[in-house]
């Protein structure tokens, strides 16, 4: 709270011309407390104080403040002085107004894909964990660590992996990192290192992850996609690539999974080149219609690379993931590691060690699948009510889905979405630069609010929708 001004004309710019002394100098004190420049309780300068810095006579300004208390403005109390009334006055940004508002996560709604609900992370049961974890752990988890994680996680990890997902895994084959860019990261490196110059990737995906790899020096050539997911059966797509980024439980961000022919053809390659398959798992846990596809690399070990992190399932936040690696690759990932320096606190493993081990993670992931579908079934059901044009698909499985648009639509729903404080994102968002442009459409993030704010961001959606 400010209790004494020096320079207050100058400080806030107060200009009380245009309409008669009084009437400006009042305008522009109630336009700085609408504008959130004199906050509720801030004391005024005197009104002498005040005349000789504006060069006004002082009646003007106790004339001002007289009517300003009156009004409900400002109040006035005898040896606290004049000052800004405790009262909620909305914040003015008219220097954007001449602009489109940008929505920004965390102003209006937010349906870009890529987090879960954060609001439903299981606080109490981590607490539980992490005390039970580190109430257990030995000295030595709080010095520097082991490259390949601590060994507690990697053993119920393995366990867990082989249960839910197909992965054939044992603690040794594990290396945690800090989320699967990180992961990326190092077997980027690893595979530049190695003479691999070409990483194929999916016509549709994540930026930031071509720039991981083209950062290890890595090109990055486009791999065709359809409705069965990356045309992995085609010689000429793979020709020169020493290996693939795949999402084949859940093409991100179509939502196909990859055809079982598609899958098969995919390990040929990789056992006739001598070639890997990075698979990004980054939502297998969320299947709602059928069983979940197994993991891609329970057909070949040594050929595969499983990818997951905790970033779906728990949060992000977190910064915790795993790889299942090849045994010929584990050496030298987990000596990569080591050289960066960048590893995952060990009292962050040993709690999810304990998280898993004791069921919560189970128990938790379930709670959310159910969670998830339901927001899945009220998302179509509104859109088939209001927007029974629109066309939806990639729901068999995750946290986003697909909305179909008419051709040329994409921008301008977009455009629109923003100014009304929606942040969306479309589906040219993700094209590779060499991908031909295909089909305008959303890709809606129904995992990110929280349950409170689920039934307006649907409301906000349906009303921009053409």
């Known amino acids: 709270m400010t209790d004494s ?41 005197s009104s002498r104080v005040l005349a000789a810095d504006l ?81 257990a752990a030995p000295d030595e988890a709080f010095g520097y660590g082991d490259p390949h994680g601590r060994v507690e996680l990697r053993t119920v990890l393995a366990e867990y992996l082989a249960r839910a997902r197909g ?63 990356s045309r992995t059966g085609e010689p000429a797509a793979l020709r020169g690539a020493g290996a693939v980024l795949l999402t084949p439980a859940h093409q991100f961000p179509t939502g196909v999974p990859l055809h079982p022919d598609r899958r098969a053809a995919a390990v040929d390659w990789a056992r006739s080149t001598g070639g890997l398959i990075l698979e990004d ?10 069983q979940p596809v197994g993991a891609l690399q329970g057909l070949d070990p040594e050929r595969v690379v499983h990818l997951g992190t905790a970033s779906k ?3 992000p936040g977190l910064r915790l993931g795993w790889m299942v ?47 998830y579908r339901r927001r899945r079934d009220q998302l179509v059901a509104a859109l088939a009510e209001r927007a029974p044009g629109i066309e939806v698909s990639g729901i068999a499985a995750g946290l986003h889905a697909v909305l179909e648009l008419p051709p040329g639509a994409e921008r301008s729903v977009i455009q629109a979405a923003a100014f009304q404080g929606l942040a969306l994102d479309g ?3 993700y094209r590779h630069p060499d991908a031909p442009a295909a089909r305008d459409a959303l890709v809606i993030g129904y995992g990110s609010p929280s349950e409170s704010a689920w039934a307006g961001a649907l409301d906000a959606l349906c009303r921009v929708l053409p």
């Open 427 to 429: 589906l040219a968002r």
């Open 281 to 290: 798992d980054y939502d297998g846990e969320f299947r709602y219609d059928r």
């Open 167 to 229: 992965v054939h895994a044992d603690p040794e084959r594990i290396v945690i990192c800090s989320g699967f860019a990180h992961g990326l990261t190092l077997l980027g490196r690893v595979l530049r290192r190695r003479g691999v110059r070409d990483v194929a990737v999916e016509s549709y995906g994540l930026d930031v992850h071509r720039d991981l790899l083209t950062d290890s020096g890595l090109r990055t050539p486009c791999l065709p996609l359809d409705e069965h997911g």
């Open 313 to 315: 399932s728990l949060a």
């Open 55 to 135: 060069g006004v006579a002082r009646n003007t300004v106790a004339d001002a403040y007289a009517e300003l208390v009156a009004e409900g403005w400002l109040t006035a109390r005898q040896g606290s002085g004049t000052r800004v009334a405790q009262r909620s006055a909305p914040r003015r940004a008219d220097h954007v107004a001449a602009r489109p508002r940008t929505a920004r996560p965390g102003a209006g709604y937010n349906l870009k894909p890529g987090s879960p609900d954060l609001s439903a992370f299981p606080r109490t049961a981590w607490l539980k964990a992490a005390r039970k974890a580190l109430t």
């Open 325 to 371: 690696l090849p045994r010929d690759l584990v050496g030298e990932v987990a000596a990569e590691k080591g050289v960066s320096g960048w590893m995952s606190g060990s009292p962050d493993q040993l709690t999810l060690a304990e998280f898993i081990a004791s069921g919560a993670y189970d128990r938790h992931v379930r709670a959310m699948r159910l969670r």
């Open 5 to 45: 001004w020096a320079t207050f004309g100058a400080d806030l710019h107060l200009e009380p011309v245009g309409q008669g002394l009084r009437s400006g100098l009042m305008e522009a004190l109630r336009e700085a407390v609408r504008s959130g420049r004199l906050a509720p309780g801030t004391r005024l300068p």
